[in-house]
Protein backbone atom coordinates (compact mmCIF):
# COMPACT_ATOMS: atom_id res chain seq x y z
CA UNK A 1 0.00 0.00 0.00
CA UNK A 2 1.68 3.42 -1.17
CA UNK A 3 -0.27 5.48 1.51
CA UNK A 4 0.95 3.14 4.14
CA UNK A 5 3.77 6.07 5.58
CA UNK A 6 1.52 9.09 5.61
CA UNK A 7 -1.00 6.19 7.46
CA UNK A 8 0.96 5.13 9.94
CA UNK A 9 2.72 8.51 10.32
CA UNK A 10 -1.03 10.26 10.99
CA UNK A 11 -2.17 7.51 13.17
CA UNK A 12 1.07 7.38 15.29
CA UNK A 13 0.36 11.22 15.73
CA UNK A 14 -3.64 11.33 16.73
CA UNK A 15 -2.14 8.10 19.13
CA UNK A 16 -0.12 10.20 21.11
CA UNK A 17 -2.87 12.81 21.26
CA UNK A 18 -5.23 9.82 22.56
CA UNK A 19 -2.55 8.89 25.06
CA UNK A 20 -1.60 12.45 26.15
CA UNK A 21 -5.53 12.74 26.95
CA UNK A 22 -5.44 9.48 28.85
CA UNK A 23 -2.91 10.60 30.78
CA UNK A 24 -4.70 14.35 31.11
CA UNK A 25 -7.50 12.63 32.62
CA UNK A 26 -7.72 9.26 33.04
CA UNK A 27 -4.29 8.40 34.71
CA UNK A 28 -4.69 11.80 36.69
CA UNK A 29 -8.11 10.78 38.42
CA UNK A 30 -6.86 7.54 39.24
CA UNK A 31 -3.58 8.50 40.95
CA UNK A 32 -5.25 11.82 42.54
CA UNK A 33 -6.25 8.82 45.39
CA UNK A 34 -3.35 8.84 46.32
CA UNK A 35 -2.10 12.25 46.22
CA UNK A 36 -5.12 13.26 47.87
CA UNK A 37 -4.53 11.44 50.81
CA UNK A 38 -0.76 12.45 51.01
CA UNK A 39 0.26 8.79 50.42
CA UNK A 40 2.36 10.12 47.40
CA UNK A 41 3.50 13.51 46.32
CA UNK A 42 2.27 14.81 42.84
CA UNK A 43 6.10 14.42 41.21
CA UNK A 44 6.04 10.77 43.31
CA UNK A 45 2.41 9.81 41.66
CA UNK A 46 4.23 10.58 38.17
CA UNK A 47 6.96 8.52 38.66
CA UNK A 48 4.79 5.70 39.56
CA UNK A 49 2.16 6.00 37.15
CA UNK A 50 4.83 6.18 34.49
CA UNK A 51 6.54 2.91 35.80
CA UNK A 52 3.96 0.82 36.37
CA UNK A 53 1.87 2.19 32.93
CA UNK A 54 3.84 0.67 31.60
CA UNK A 55 4.38 -2.56 33.06
CA UNK A 56 0.88 -2.52 33.18
CA UNK A 57 0.70 -2.21 29.26
CA UNK A 58 3.28 -4.75 28.31
CA UNK A 59 2.45 -7.47 30.96
CA UNK A 60 -1.32 -7.33 31.07
CA UNK A 61 -2.48 -5.34 28.44
CA UNK A 62 -2.76 -7.53 25.43
CA UNK A 63 -6.00 -8.83 25.88
CA UNK A 64 -8.05 -5.94 25.59
CA UNK A 65 -5.42 -4.12 23.11
CA UNK A 66 -6.94 -7.48 20.65
CA UNK A 67 -10.15 -6.67 21.47
CA UNK A 68 -10.11 -3.23 20.43
CA UNK A 69 -8.28 -3.98 17.73
CA UNK A 70 -10.28 -6.34 15.98
CA UNK A 71 -12.86 -7.14 18.47
CA UNK A 72 -15.60 -4.64 17.88
CA UNK A 73 -14.96 -3.70 14.02
CA UNK A 74 -16.00 -7.20 12.00
CA UNK A 75 -13.48 -6.90 9.68
CA UNK A 76 -14.60 -10.24 7.38
CA UNK A 77 -17.38 -7.55 5.48
CA UNK A 78 -13.84 -5.29 4.73
CA UNK A 79 -12.47 -7.85 2.63
CA UNK A 80 -11.21 -5.48 -0.64
CA UNK A 81 -11.34 -2.07 0.71
CA UNK A 82 -9.41 -2.51 4.34
CA UNK A 83 -8.23 1.39 3.78
CA UNK A 84 -12.09 2.09 5.61
CA UNK A 85 -10.74 0.67 8.66
CA UNK A 86 -7.43 2.62 8.54
CA UNK A 87 -9.87 5.68 8.05
CA UNK A 88 -11.76 4.69 10.83
CA UNK A 89 -9.23 3.88 13.37
CA UNK A 90 -7.71 7.24 12.31
CA UNK A 91 -11.17 8.58 13.07
CA UNK A 92 -12.08 6.98 16.23
CA UNK A 93 -8.66 7.76 17.86
CA UNK A 94 -8.64 11.67 16.82
CA UNK A 95 -12.35 11.61 17.87
CA UNK A 96 -11.56 9.79 21.56
CA UNK A 97 -8.61 12.21 21.60
CA UNK A 98 -10.52 15.28 21.19
CA UNK A 99 -13.62 14.51 23.41
CA UNK A 100 -10.62 13.82 25.98
CA UNK A 101 -9.38 17.24 25.46
CA UNK A 102 -13.09 18.90 25.96
CA UNK A 103 -13.49 16.37 29.06
CA UNK A 104 -10.74 17.25 30.98
CA UNK A 105 -11.39 21.11 30.04
CA UNK A 106 -14.49 20.89 31.38
CA UNK A 107 -13.00 18.84 34.43
CA UNK A 108 -15.43 16.01 33.61
CA UNK A 109 -13.99 12.48 34.86
CA UNK A 110 -15.15 10.31 31.58
CA UNK A 111 -13.84 7.31 30.64
CA UNK A 112 -11.37 6.61 27.53
CA UNK A 113 -12.67 3.63 27.16
CA UNK A 114 -16.14 4.61 26.54
CA UNK A 115 -15.13 7.09 24.23
CA UNK A 116 -12.76 5.29 21.84
CA UNK A 117 -15.74 1.73 21.78
CA UNK A 118 -18.04 4.75 21.29
CA UNK A 119 -16.08 6.26 18.50
CA UNK A 120 -15.57 3.07 17.02
CA UNK A 121 -18.59 1.46 17.35
CA UNK A 122 -19.53 4.83 15.75
CA UNK A 123 -17.59 5.00 12.47
CA UNK A 124 -18.27 1.18 11.74
CA UNK A 125 -21.86 1.26 12.46
CA UNK A 126 -22.76 4.60 10.11
CA UNK A 127 -19.79 4.60 7.74
CA UNK A 128 -19.37 0.95 6.76
CA UNK A 129 -22.73 -0.98 7.71
CA UNK A 130 -24.96 -2.01 10.71
CA UNK A 131 -23.47 -5.49 10.73
CA UNK A 132 -20.26 -4.62 10.72
CA UNK A 133 -20.45 -4.02 14.27
CA UNK A 134 -19.77 -7.49 16.35
CA UNK A 135 -23.39 -6.39 18.79
CA UNK A 136 -22.24 -9.25 20.80
CA UNK A 137 -19.02 -8.05 21.62
CA UNK A 138 -20.34 -4.46 22.25
CA UNK A 139 -22.80 -6.13 24.46
CA UNK A 140 -20.66 -7.89 26.53
CA UNK A 141 -18.24 -4.51 26.75
CA UNK A 142 -21.23 -2.48 27.92
CA UNK A 143 -22.74 -4.17 30.29
CA UNK A 144 -19.37 -5.34 31.87
CA UNK A 145 -19.43 -0.74 32.35
CA UNK A 146 -22.14 -1.47 34.72
CA UNK A 147 -21.52 -4.55 36.27
CA UNK A 148 -17.66 -3.25 36.80
CA UNK A 149 -18.37 -0.05 39.10
CA UNK A 150 -21.12 -2.34 41.03
CA UNK A 151 -18.13 -4.67 41.63
CA UNK A 152 -15.52 -2.81 42.55
CA UNK A 153 -17.80 -1.07 45.04
CA UNK A 154 -19.05 -4.46 46.73
CA UNK A 155 -15.23 -5.22 47.16
CA UNK A 156 -14.76 -1.85 48.44
CA UNK A 157 -17.29 -2.14 50.89
CA UNK A 158 -16.34 -5.78 52.39
CA UNK A 159 -12.42 -4.15 52.11
CA UNK A 160 -13.38 -1.13 54.80
CA UNK A 161 -15.79 -3.17 56.39
CA UNK A 162 -12.58 -5.43 57.40
CA UNK A 163 -10.19 -2.82 58.41
CA UNK A 164 -13.07 -1.43 60.51
CA UNK A 165 -13.75 -4.27 62.29
CA UNK A 166 -10.03 -5.50 62.89
CA UNK A 167 -8.59 -1.99 63.19
CA UNK A 168 -10.24 1.04 63.53
CA UNK A 169 -12.86 0.07 65.96
CA UNK A 170 -10.23 -1.46 68.35
CA UNK A 171 -8.68 -0.12 71.59
CA UNK A 172 -4.88 -0.27 70.20
CA UNK A 173 -5.66 0.78 66.33
CA UNK A 174 -1.67 1.09 65.65
CA UNK A 175 -1.11 -2.46 67.08
CA UNK A 176 -3.75 -3.72 65.45
CA UNK A 177 -2.91 -1.87 62.07
CA UNK A 178 0.76 -2.74 62.10
CA UNK A 179 -0.63 -6.44 62.39
CA UNK A 180 -3.15 -6.52 59.51
CA UNK A 181 -2.24 -3.83 57.10
CA UNK A 182 1.16 -6.52 55.83
CA UNK A 183 -2.14 -8.66 55.21
CA UNK A 184 -4.07 -6.10 52.91
CA UNK A 185 -0.29 -5.62 51.19
CA UNK A 186 -0.19 -9.55 50.47
CA UNK A 187 -3.95 -9.81 48.97
CA UNK A 188 -3.27 -6.47 47.08
CA UNK A 189 -0.55 -8.12 45.36
CA UNK A 190 -1.28 -11.59 45.12
CA UNK A 191 -4.26 -10.75 43.46
CA UNK A 192 -2.95 -8.42 40.64
CA UNK A 193 0.32 -11.11 40.58
CA UNK A 194 -1.50 -13.65 39.74
CA UNK A 195 -4.35 -12.63 37.03
CA UNK A 196 -1.42 -10.96 35.27
CA UNK A 197 0.99 -14.50 34.99
CA UNK A 198 -2.39 -16.03 34.41
CA UNK A 199 -3.90 -13.96 31.61
CA UNK A 200 -1.61 -11.37 30.94
CA UNK A 201 1.85 -12.89 29.73
CA UNK A 202 0.50 -15.05 27.62
CA UNK A 203 0.58 -12.37 25.37
CA UNK A 204 4.49 -11.55 25.88
CA UNK A 205 4.76 -15.45 24.74
CA UNK A 206 5.65 -16.89 28.77
CA UNK A 207 3.10 -19.49 29.50
CA UNK A 208 3.57 -20.56 33.41
CA UNK A 209 1.52 -24.15 34.21
CA UNK A 210 -1.16 -22.86 36.87
CA UNK A 211 0.26 -24.41 40.27
CA UNK A 212 3.73 -22.34 39.37
CA UNK A 213 1.52 -19.57 38.40
CA UNK A 214 0.12 -19.75 42.18
CA UNK A 215 3.78 -20.38 43.30
CA UNK A 216 5.29 -17.34 41.53
CA UNK A 217 2.20 -14.71 42.92
CA UNK A 218 2.88 -15.98 46.67
CA UNK A 219 6.23 -15.30 46.48
CA UNK A 220 5.93 -11.96 45.27
CA UNK A 221 3.10 -11.22 47.43
CA UNK A 222 5.22 -12.42 50.38
CA UNK A 223 8.29 -10.58 49.52
CA UNK A 224 6.21 -7.24 48.79
CA UNK A 225 4.31 -7.91 52.54
CA UNK A 226 7.56 -8.42 54.08
CA UNK A 227 8.81 -5.32 52.85
CA UNK A 228 5.96 -3.41 53.92
CA UNK A 229 6.13 -4.86 57.56
CA UNK A 230 9.70 -4.08 57.68
CA UNK A 231 8.75 -0.02 56.76
CA UNK A 232 5.50 -0.20 58.70
CA UNK A 233 7.51 -1.27 62.05
CA UNK A 234 9.89 2.35 61.75
CA UNK A 235 6.74 4.44 62.28
CA UNK A 236 6.54 5.73 65.00
CA UNK A 237 3.89 7.24 67.01
CA UNK A 238 3.40 11.49 67.15
CA UNK A 239 2.05 12.06 70.38
CA UNK A 240 1.28 15.78 69.62
CA UNK A 241 -0.60 14.83 66.24
CA UNK A 242 -1.86 12.18 67.85
CA UNK A 243 -3.81 14.38 70.18
CA UNK A 244 -5.86 16.20 67.48
CA UNK A 245 -6.23 13.31 65.67
CA UNK A 246 -6.15 9.79 67.49
CA UNK A 247 -5.98 8.01 64.51
CA UNK A 248 -3.16 10.13 62.46
CA UNK A 249 -0.40 7.41 62.69
CA UNK A 250 -2.90 4.66 62.36
CA UNK A 251 -3.53 6.39 58.79
CA UNK A 252 0.34 6.89 57.95
CA UNK A 253 0.94 3.16 58.24
CA UNK A 254 -2.53 2.71 56.16
CA UNK A 255 -0.24 5.32 53.98
CA UNK A 256 2.29 2.56 53.19
CA UNK A 257 -0.21 0.57 51.78
CA UNK A 258 -1.43 3.20 49.68
CA UNK A 259 2.11 3.37 48.13
CA UNK A 260 1.43 -0.23 47.22
CA UNK A 261 -2.18 -0.20 45.99
CA UNK A 262 -1.13 3.21 43.98
CA UNK A 263 1.46 1.15 42.21
CA UNK A 264 -1.63 -1.71 41.83
CA UNK A 265 -3.76 1.03 40.49
CA UNK A 266 -1.12 2.50 37.74
CA UNK A 267 -0.60 -1.27 36.71
CA UNK A 268 -4.33 -2.30 36.39
CA UNK A 269 -4.65 1.16 34.29
CA UNK A 270 -2.21 0.55 32.29
CA UNK A 271 -3.10 -3.22 31.56
CA UNK A 272 -6.63 -1.94 30.33
CA UNK A 273 -6.82 1.76 29.14
CA UNK A 274 -3.18 1.61 27.11
CA UNK A 275 -5.06 -0.43 24.80
CA UNK A 276 -7.19 2.71 23.97
CA UNK A 277 -4.79 4.42 22.59
CA UNK A 278 -2.59 1.78 21.18
CA UNK A 279 -5.09 -0.63 19.67
CA UNK A 280 -6.34 1.29 16.54
CA UNK A 281 -2.86 2.32 15.97
CA UNK A 282 -2.01 -1.52 15.76
CA UNK A 283 -5.17 -1.89 13.46
CA UNK A 284 -3.56 0.58 11.08
CA UNK A 285 -0.44 -0.26 11.54
CA UNK A 286 -1.23 -3.84 10.11
CA UNK A 287 -3.70 -2.84 7.54
CA UNK A 288 -0.74 -0.18 6.22
CA UNK A 289 1.71 -2.68 6.25
CA UNK A 290 0.61 -6.09 4.58
CA UNK A 291 -2.82 -4.78 2.47
CA UNK A 292 -4.94 -7.03 4.83
CA UNK A 293 -6.77 -6.84 7.94
CA UNK A 294 -6.68 -10.56 9.45
CA UNK A 295 -3.05 -10.71 9.54
CA UNK A 296 -2.16 -11.71 13.26
CA UNK A 297 1.08 -9.98 14.11
CA UNK A 298 2.31 -9.21 18.01
CA UNK A 299 2.44 -5.53 18.68
CA UNK A 300 5.38 -3.93 17.88
CA UNK A 301 7.30 -2.16 20.64
CA UNK A 302 7.55 1.00 19.39
CA UNK A 303 4.21 0.98 19.40
CA UNK A 304 3.99 0.33 23.23
CA UNK A 305 6.39 3.24 23.64
CA UNK A 306 4.18 5.93 21.97
CA UNK A 307 1.34 4.53 24.36
CA UNK A 308 3.39 4.72 27.39
CA UNK A 309 5.24 7.84 26.74
CA UNK A 310 2.22 9.63 25.92
CA UNK A 311 0.50 8.91 28.99
CA UNK A 312 3.32 10.08 30.46
CA UNK A 313 3.40 13.43 29.02
CA UNK A 314 -0.25 13.72 29.37
CA UNK A 315 0.23 13.21 33.05
CA UNK A 316 3.13 15.97 33.69
CA UNK A 317 1.92 18.04 31.59
CA UNK A 318 -2.30 18.61 32.02
CA UNK A 319 -2.60 15.70 34.77
CA UNK A 320 -0.34 17.21 37.44
CA UNK A 321 -3.28 20.11 37.61
CA UNK A 322 -6.25 17.50 37.40
CA UNK A 323 -4.25 15.54 40.23
CA UNK A 324 -3.86 18.56 42.20
CA UNK A 325 -7.66 19.91 41.58
CA UNK A 326 -9.03 16.35 42.34
CA UNK A 327 -6.46 15.89 45.41
CA UNK A 328 -7.20 18.82 47.10
CA UNK A 329 -11.01 17.83 46.90
CA UNK A 330 -10.98 14.81 48.06
CA UNK A 331 -8.99 14.77 51.49
CA UNK A 332 -11.76 13.06 53.41
CA UNK A 333 -10.50 9.99 51.17
CA UNK A 334 -7.73 9.17 54.00
CA UNK A 335 -5.57 6.33 53.59
CA UNK A 336 -7.59 3.89 55.45
CA UNK A 337 -10.54 4.70 53.22
CA UNK A 338 -8.20 5.27 49.95
CA UNK A 339 -6.66 1.95 49.76
CA UNK A 340 -9.73 0.39 49.72
CA UNK A 341 -10.92 1.88 47.11
CA UNK A 342 -7.95 1.37 45.35
CA UNK A 343 -7.63 -2.08 45.61
CA UNK A 344 -11.08 -2.53 44.97
CA UNK A 345 -10.96 -0.49 41.39
CA UNK A 346 -7.41 -2.17 40.83
CA UNK A 347 -8.56 -5.53 41.51
CA UNK A 348 -11.84 -5.41 39.39
CA UNK A 349 -9.74 -3.76 36.49
CA UNK A 350 -7.19 -6.53 36.45
CA UNK A 351 -9.70 -9.10 36.69
CA UNK A 352 -11.50 -7.70 33.62
CA UNK A 353 -8.07 -6.85 31.32
CA UNK A 354 -7.27 -10.76 32.13
CA UNK A 355 -10.47 -11.25 30.04
CA UNK A 356 -9.92 -9.08 27.69
CA UNK A 357 -12.76 -6.37 28.41
CA UNK A 358 -11.84 -2.76 28.07
CA UNK A 359 -13.68 -1.15 31.56
CA UNK A 360 -13.41 2.30 32.70
CA UNK A 361 -10.72 2.96 35.01
CA UNK A 362 -12.55 6.27 36.31
CA UNK A 363 -16.07 4.59 36.88
CA UNK A 364 -14.68 1.59 38.48
CA UNK A 365 -12.56 3.96 41.19
CA UNK A 366 -16.06 5.69 41.52
CA UNK A 367 -18.21 2.62 42.12
CA UNK A 368 -15.23 1.61 44.95
CA UNK A 369 -15.42 5.80 46.82
CA UNK A 370 -19.41 4.75 46.73
CA UNK A 371 -18.55 1.43 48.55
CA UNK A 372 -16.18 2.45 51.00
CA UNK A 373 -19.60 5.19 51.67
CA UNK A 374 -21.79 2.64 51.97
CA UNK A 375 -19.71 0.97 55.04
CA UNK A 376 -19.99 4.05 56.31
CA UNK A 377 -16.41 5.39 55.99
CA UNK A 378 -17.04 8.43 54.58
CA UNK A 379 -18.32 11.69 55.70
CA UNK A 380 -20.26 12.84 53.46
CA UNK A 381 -20.48 11.87 49.70
CA UNK A 382 -23.09 14.60 47.33
CA UNK A 383 -25.32 12.56 45.74
CA UNK A 384 -25.92 15.95 42.99
CA UNK A 385 -22.07 15.36 41.80
CA UNK A 386 -22.36 11.62 41.88
CA UNK A 387 -25.37 12.12 39.15
CA UNK A 388 -23.67 14.51 37.11
CA UNK A 389 -20.45 12.60 36.69
CA UNK A 390 -23.02 9.56 35.63
CA UNK A 391 -24.27 11.85 32.89
CA UNK A 392 -20.83 12.97 31.84
CA UNK A 393 -20.49 9.26 31.28
CA UNK A 394 -23.49 8.47 29.15
CA UNK A 395 -22.62 11.59 26.99
CA UNK A 396 -19.46 10.42 26.70
CA UNK A 397 -20.80 7.37 24.16
CA UNK A 398 -22.61 9.55 21.56
CA UNK A 399 -19.86 12.19 22.13
CA UNK A 400 -17.24 9.89 20.21
CA UNK A 401 -19.46 8.20 18.07
CA UNK A 402 -20.57 11.51 16.29
CA UNK A 403 -17.03 12.88 16.16
CA UNK A 404 -15.97 9.93 14.84
CA UNK A 405 -18.23 9.57 12.05
CA UNK A 406 -17.72 13.11 11.10
CA UNK A 407 -13.73 12.95 10.77
CA UNK A 408 -14.36 8.99 8.80
CA UNK A 409 -16.51 11.21 6.25
CA UNK A 410 -13.62 13.69 6.15
CA UNK A 411 -10.60 11.53 6.04
CA UNK A 412 -12.85 9.52 3.31
CA UNK A 413 -12.72 12.57 1.12
CA UNK A 414 -9.06 14.07 2.07
CA UNK A 415 -6.73 11.06 2.59
CA UNK A 416 -5.40 8.94 -0.78
CA UNK B 1 -10.96 25.09 36.62
CA UNK B 2 -13.85 22.92 38.48
CA UNK B 3 -13.88 18.89 38.61
CA UNK B 4 -16.64 16.76 38.85
CA UNK B 5 -14.29 13.99 40.71
CA UNK B 6 -13.08 16.53 43.07
CA UNK B 7 -16.40 18.24 44.55
CA UNK B 8 -17.72 14.24 44.90
CA UNK B 9 -17.29 14.77 48.52
CA UNK B 10 -19.65 17.16 50.01
CA UNK B 11 -18.08 19.31 52.54
CA UNK B 12 -18.02 17.53 55.55
CA UNK B 13 -19.98 19.12 58.64
CA UNK B 14 -17.45 17.45 60.85
CA UNK B 15 -14.73 20.25 61.51
CA UNK B 16 -17.31 22.97 61.31
CA UNK B 17 -19.24 21.10 64.05
CA UNK B 18 -16.63 20.55 66.60
CA UNK B 19 -15.82 24.66 65.75
CA UNK B 20 -19.32 25.75 66.49
CA UNK B 21 -19.44 23.90 69.91
CA UNK B 22 -15.99 24.99 70.41
CA UNK B 23 -17.19 28.89 69.96
CA UNK B 24 -20.59 28.02 72.21
CA UNK B 25 -18.19 26.98 75.25
CA UNK B 26 -15.72 29.72 75.15
CA UNK B 27 -19.31 31.91 74.70
CA UNK B 28 -20.60 29.96 78.04
CA UNK B 29 -16.88 30.36 79.73
CA UNK B 30 -17.32 34.01 79.43
CA UNK B 31 -20.29 34.32 82.04
CA UNK B 32 -17.88 33.66 84.94
CA UNK B 33 -15.28 36.88 84.00
CA UNK B 34 -18.54 38.67 84.07
CA UNK B 35 -20.19 38.06 87.20
CA UNK B 36 -17.23 38.04 89.05
CA UNK B 37 -17.23 41.78 87.66
CA UNK B 38 -20.55 42.55 88.28
CA UNK B 39 -19.95 41.39 91.72
CA UNK B 40 -17.03 43.46 91.98
CA UNK B 41 -19.37 46.06 90.65
CA UNK B 42 -17.16 46.69 87.59
CA UNK B 43 -19.76 47.49 85.50
CA UNK B 44 -17.39 48.85 82.47
CA UNK B 45 -15.73 45.51 82.22
CA UNK B 46 -19.19 43.50 82.52
CA UNK B 47 -20.12 45.63 79.60
CA UNK B 48 -16.81 44.80 77.72
CA UNK B 49 -17.31 40.97 78.84
CA UNK B 50 -20.86 41.41 77.48
CA UNK B 51 -19.74 42.74 73.82
CA UNK B 52 -17.42 39.76 73.72
CA UNK B 53 -20.10 37.54 74.71
CA UNK B 54 -21.90 38.44 71.88
CA UNK B 55 -19.51 38.73 69.49
CA UNK B 56 -18.91 35.02 69.89
CA UNK B 57 -22.58 34.42 70.05
CA UNK B 58 -22.76 36.42 66.47
CA UNK B 59 -20.14 33.99 64.89
CA UNK B 60 -21.82 31.04 66.26
CA UNK B 61 -24.63 32.19 64.99
CA UNK B 62 -22.91 32.43 61.35
CA UNK B 63 -21.22 29.28 61.74
CA UNK B 64 -25.23 27.94 62.10
CA UNK B 65 -26.43 29.43 59.10
CA UNK B 66 -22.82 28.23 56.67
CA UNK B 67 -23.38 24.63 58.23
CA UNK B 68 -27.25 24.93 57.54
CA UNK B 69 -26.65 25.86 54.04
CA UNK B 70 -23.61 23.81 52.75
CA UNK B 71 -25.87 20.40 54.12
CA UNK B 72 -27.86 20.14 51.40
CA UNK B 73 -30.19 16.83 50.88
CA UNK B 74 -28.67 15.39 48.14
CA UNK B 75 -25.96 14.80 50.85
CA UNK B 76 -25.30 10.90 51.52
CA UNK B 77 -24.03 10.33 55.08
CA UNK B 78 -23.41 7.85 57.65
CA UNK B 79 -25.76 9.10 59.91
CA UNK B 80 -28.91 11.32 59.01
CA UNK B 81 -28.76 14.73 58.51
CA UNK B 82 -31.66 15.79 61.03
CA UNK B 83 -29.89 14.68 63.31
CA UNK B 84 -26.64 16.36 62.80
CA UNK B 85 -28.78 19.68 62.00
CA UNK B 86 -30.97 18.80 65.80
CA UNK B 87 -26.83 18.64 67.70
CA UNK B 88 -26.51 21.89 65.70
CA UNK B 89 -29.31 23.52 66.90
CA UNK B 90 -28.55 22.61 70.40
CA UNK B 91 -25.41 23.26 70.53
CA UNK B 92 -25.88 27.19 69.39
CA UNK B 93 -28.55 27.78 72.04
CA UNK B 94 -25.54 27.41 75.29
CA UNK B 95 -24.32 30.76 73.58
CA UNK B 96 -28.17 31.62 73.25
CA UNK B 97 -28.50 31.21 77.45
CA UNK B 98 -25.40 32.66 77.71
CA UNK B 99 -26.28 36.11 75.62
CA UNK B 100 -29.78 35.86 77.71
CA UNK B 101 -28.65 35.94 81.31
CA UNK B 102 -25.75 38.50 80.51
CA UNK B 103 -27.80 40.76 78.75
CA UNK B 104 -30.67 40.62 81.73
CA UNK B 105 -28.35 41.37 84.04
CA UNK B 106 -26.43 44.04 81.87
CA UNK B 107 -29.66 45.45 80.94
CA UNK B 108 -31.19 46.39 84.87
CA UNK B 109 -27.74 46.49 86.40
CA UNK B 110 -28.69 43.51 88.50
CA UNK B 111 -27.17 42.96 91.57
CA UNK B 112 -27.29 39.17 93.83
CA UNK B 113 -27.85 39.49 97.55
CA UNK B 114 -24.26 39.16 98.98
CA UNK B 115 -25.11 35.96 100.92
CA UNK B 116 -25.64 33.72 97.50
CA UNK B 117 -22.93 35.43 95.68
CA UNK B 118 -20.34 32.43 96.17
CA UNK B 119 -22.95 29.91 95.60
CA UNK B 120 -24.10 31.21 92.56
CA UNK B 121 -20.64 31.81 90.85
CA UNK B 122 -20.09 27.60 91.66
CA UNK B 123 -23.29 27.64 89.68
CA UNK B 124 -22.08 29.13 86.94
CA UNK B 125 -18.85 27.17 86.76
CA UNK B 126 -20.60 24.20 87.20
CA UNK B 127 -22.48 24.80 84.26
CA UNK B 128 -19.42 26.08 82.09
CA UNK B 129 -17.90 22.69 82.99
CA UNK B 130 -21.06 20.65 81.58
CA UNK B 131 -20.77 23.17 78.07
CA UNK B 132 -16.88 22.12 78.34
CA UNK B 133 -17.55 18.46 78.38
CA UNK B 134 -20.00 18.90 75.72
CA UNK B 135 -17.52 20.08 73.44
CA UNK B 136 -15.14 17.36 74.72
CA UNK B 137 -17.45 14.89 73.54
CA UNK B 138 -18.32 16.40 70.24
CA UNK B 139 -14.50 16.65 69.31
CA UNK B 140 -14.96 13.03 68.99
CA UNK B 141 -17.12 13.16 65.91
CA UNK B 142 -14.23 12.72 63.52
CA UNK B 143 -12.85 9.73 65.64
CA UNK B 144 -16.18 8.22 65.72
CA UNK B 145 -16.68 8.96 61.80
CA UNK B 146 -13.58 7.40 61.38
CA UNK B 147 -14.17 4.24 63.05
CA UNK B 148 -17.55 3.68 61.86
CA UNK B 149 -19.55 4.57 64.61
CA UNK B 150 -18.75 0.95 66.40
CA UNK B 151 -15.78 -0.43 68.96
CA UNK B 152 -13.83 1.16 71.11
CA UNK B 153 -14.29 5.20 69.84
CA UNK B 154 -18.17 4.52 70.62
CA UNK B 155 -16.97 3.27 74.59
CA UNK B 156 -14.70 6.33 74.56
CA UNK B 157 -17.60 8.78 73.83
CA UNK B 158 -20.19 6.97 75.57
CA UNK B 159 -18.11 7.11 78.93
CA UNK B 160 -17.41 11.15 78.09
CA UNK B 161 -21.41 11.55 77.83
CA UNK B 162 -21.70 9.46 81.47
CA UNK B 163 -19.58 12.02 82.91
CA UNK B 164 -21.66 14.61 81.18
CA UNK B 165 -24.93 13.15 82.51
CA UNK B 166 -23.38 13.65 86.38
CA UNK B 167 -22.17 17.15 85.71
CA UNK B 168 -25.54 18.25 84.64
CA UNK B 169 -27.25 16.46 87.78
CA UNK B 170 -25.06 17.97 89.60
CA UNK B 171 -26.07 21.77 88.22
CA UNK B 172 -29.34 20.78 89.27
CA UNK B 173 -28.69 19.96 92.88
CA UNK B 174 -26.90 22.90 93.12
CA UNK B 175 -29.74 25.27 91.18
CA UNK B 176 -32.43 23.71 93.76
CA UNK B 177 -29.85 24.78 96.92
CA UNK B 178 -29.66 28.10 95.33
CA UNK B 179 -33.31 28.73 94.88
CA UNK B 180 -33.61 27.43 98.38
CA UNK B 181 -31.57 29.96 99.63
CA UNK B 182 -32.94 32.70 97.60
CA UNK B 183 -36.09 31.73 99.16
CA UNK B 184 -34.94 32.27 102.43
CA UNK B 185 -34.12 35.47 101.68
CA UNK B 186 -36.66 36.58 98.97
CA UNK B 187 -38.83 38.78 101.26
CA UNK B 188 -35.85 41.00 102.19
CA UNK B 189 -35.63 41.84 98.76
CA UNK B 190 -37.30 44.34 95.99
CA UNK B 191 -40.34 41.49 94.57
CA UNK B 192 -39.04 42.55 90.84
CA UNK B 193 -35.41 41.98 91.67
CA UNK B 194 -36.40 38.66 93.34
CA UNK B 195 -38.28 37.38 90.39
CA UNK B 196 -35.43 38.45 88.14
CA UNK B 197 -33.06 36.74 90.23
CA UNK B 198 -35.16 33.81 90.37
CA UNK B 199 -34.90 33.81 86.08
CA UNK B 200 -31.40 34.07 85.97
CA UNK B 201 -30.87 31.23 87.98
CA UNK B 202 -33.41 29.36 85.57
CA UNK B 203 -31.67 30.34 82.34
CA UNK B 204 -28.04 29.95 83.82
CA UNK B 205 -29.17 26.70 84.77
CA UNK B 206 -30.51 25.84 80.83
CA UNK B 207 -26.63 26.01 79.76
CA UNK B 208 -25.98 22.91 81.40
CA UNK B 209 -29.69 21.52 79.77
CA UNK B 210 -28.32 22.20 76.82
CA UNK B 211 -25.27 20.56 77.17
CA UNK B 212 -26.96 17.84 78.31
CA UNK B 213 -28.97 17.63 75.17
CA UNK B 214 -26.12 17.82 73.22
CA UNK B 215 -25.01 14.49 74.77
CA UNK B 216 -28.63 13.16 74.03
CA UNK B 217 -28.07 14.19 70.57
CA UNK B 218 -24.44 12.39 70.61
CA UNK B 219 -26.13 8.84 71.95
CA UNK B 220 -28.58 9.13 69.04
CA UNK B 221 -25.65 8.81 66.85
CA UNK B 222 -24.07 5.99 68.10
CA UNK B 223 -27.34 4.06 68.07
CA UNK B 224 -27.28 4.64 64.30
Known amino acids: MEAGIVYITLAALFGIFMAWGIGANDVANAMATSVGSKALTIRQAIVVAAVFEFLGAVLAGGAVTSTIRRGIVDSDLLGDSPELLVYGMLAALLAAGTWLLVASRKGWPVSTTHSIVGAIVGFAAVGIGIDAVQWGKVGTIVMSWVISPAMSGFIAFLIYMTVQRLILSHDDPLGRAKRYVPVYMFFAAFTITLVTIMKGLKHVGLDIGLADSYLLAIVIAVVIALIGAFVIRRIKPDPKAEKHQHFYTVERVFGILMIVTACGMAFAHGSNDVANAIGPLAAVITVAQTGAISAKSAVPLWVLIIGGGGIVIGLATFGRHVIATVGEGITQLTPSRGFAAELAAATTIVIASGTGIPVSTTHTLVGAVLGVGLARGIEAIDLRVVGKIMVSWVVTIPAGAFLAILFFFIFKTVLP | ?224
Not at chain 2, 144 to 161: H, I, K, N, P, Q
Not at chain 2, 184 to 193: F, G, M, Q, V, Y
Request: overall charge negative.
Open chain 2, 1 to 224: MSNLLANIFGASPVQPLEKHIGLAYSCAKQLIGFFTAVFNGEWEKASEIRDEIERLENEADDLKKEIRMRLPKSLFMPVPREDLLELLLVQDKIANRTRDVSGIVLGRKMQLPKSIRPQFLEFVERNVDAAKQARKSVRELDELFTAGFRGAEVDLVASLLEELDSIETDTDAKQAALRAALYEIESTLNPIDAMFIYQIIETTGEIADMAERVGRRLELLLSH
